[in-house]
Nanobody
């Protein structure tokens, strides 16, 4: 069992930065691939970034490549998403997710979800 709690969301102007952190409770965190999804109003939830259990081979959606960076610290049971050069279209609820295989995975492959954190980018 892994419980995920996100933090770090908020309101930022376009061009700004935010760092999201997901803290996991559970002994098996390091065995899971971790990732971030997001859901904008009126849209389906989409994959944003993922990283495998060892922290290598990060994978990104085309829409965030070059702007977002995912990382993990297995000693601290955390996975982070550094978001730079934010755009209004990045506005969404961001969800932390754990899956058995990665670094890219589908919603149906997610074992555990966080509760989500709101990111709002103003123009």
């Amino acid at each position: 069992q892994v419980q995920l709690v996100e933090s770090g969301g908020g309101l930022v102007q376009a061009g700004g930065s935010l760092r999201l952190t997901c803290t996991a409770a559970g002994r098996t965190f390091s065995t899971y691939a971790m990732g971030w999804f997001r859901q904008a109003p009126g849209k389906e939830r989409e994959f944003v970034a993922g990283i495998n259990w060892s922290g290598s081979s990060p994978n990104y959606a085309d829409s965030v490549k070059g702007r977002f960076t995912i990382s993990r610290d297995n000693a601290k049971n955390t996975v982070s998403l550094q978001m730079n050069s934010l755009k209004p279209e990045d506005t969404a609820i961001y969800y932390c997710a754990a899956a058995k295989t990665g670094p890219q995975f589908l919603e149906r492959e997610v074992f555990y979800w966080g509760q989500g954190t709101q990111v709002t980018v103003s123009s």
